[in-house]
């Protein structure tokens, strides 16, 4: 069982359109981050929300956290090709202090 | 990335035969991570270290062992390769367990196939 589940697992788009990526679990979360991961590299930070409810803006990516802070959603506006890659996303349980990651999303765009 | 290596970055191994996995970090941070990634599984935590000699097991340890002799480097050992460890495996860093405002910083990844 999947604790953060991330929807939907693959999205194939034209450039120039919107997306959203969400991010739901039954479990409260003291912060969630989401990370992008390129092919043969590493994972690599975008974003930390803390707080519920918590709006973050990255050109043009948005993050948001839930009031309840158990899901969370990535916008992106405009997609261009560079934004091809995997999204994960990953929330710190209050009780271990330890991340623990959805599944990821792949994200292609196509010029 | 800067700051964090991996080695081998590729391995090809047999079943049944131990395997050690470097991680390198000049960052001085106290915290190391072990993930393994495969598919629709995301990332789940192997073993971590919050200082010298100081380890914990994570989510999926069965078959997998690590020491940290020095800040720097933490070892991952598969003490007899099963090919369901076939995966790709990441380390991290981070410099408090305190992640409200750090997140981790991995490593480029080791591809590790066991035949």
């Known amino acids: 069982t999947q604790l953060l589940e991330q929807s939907p697992q693959f999205l194939s788009i034209q450039e120039g359109e919107n997306l959203t990526v969400y991010c739901n679990s039954s479990s409260v979360f003291s912060s969630l981050q989401w990370y992008r991961q390129e092919p043969g590299e590493g994972p690599v930070l975008l974003v930390t929300v803390v707080t519920g409810g918590e709006v973050k803006k990255l050109k043009r990516l948005t993050f948001q956290f839930g009031d309840a802070r158990k899901d969370s959603s990535l916008h992106i506006t405009a997609a261009q090709p560079g934004d091809t890659g995997l999204y994960l996303c990953a929330g710190v349980r209050s009780n271990t202090g330890k991340l623990i990651f959805g599944q990821g999303t792949t994200l292609q765009v196509k010029p | 990335d800067a700051g964090i290596t991996q080695s081998p970055r590729h391995k090809v191994t047999e079943t049944g035969t131990p395997v050690t996995l470097r991680c390198h970090q000049t960052?001085?941070?106290?915290?190391m991570y072990w993930y393994r990634q495969d598919p629709g599984h995301g990332l789940r935590l192997i073993h971590y270290s919050y200082g010298v000699k100081d380890t914990d097991k994570g989510e999926v340890s069965d078959g997998y062992s690590v020491s940290r002799s020095k800040t720097e480097d933490f070892l991952l050992t598969l003490e007899s390769a099963t090919s369901s460890q076939t995966s790709v495996y990441f380390c991290?860093?981070?410099?408090?367990?305190?992640?409200?405002?750090?997140?981790?910083?991995f490593g480029s990844g080791t591809r590790l196939t066991v035949v």
């Open positions: 991290a860093i981070s410099r408090q367990g305190d992640l409200s405002n750090n997140g981790y910083t």
């Open positions: 960052e001085n941070h106290r915290y």
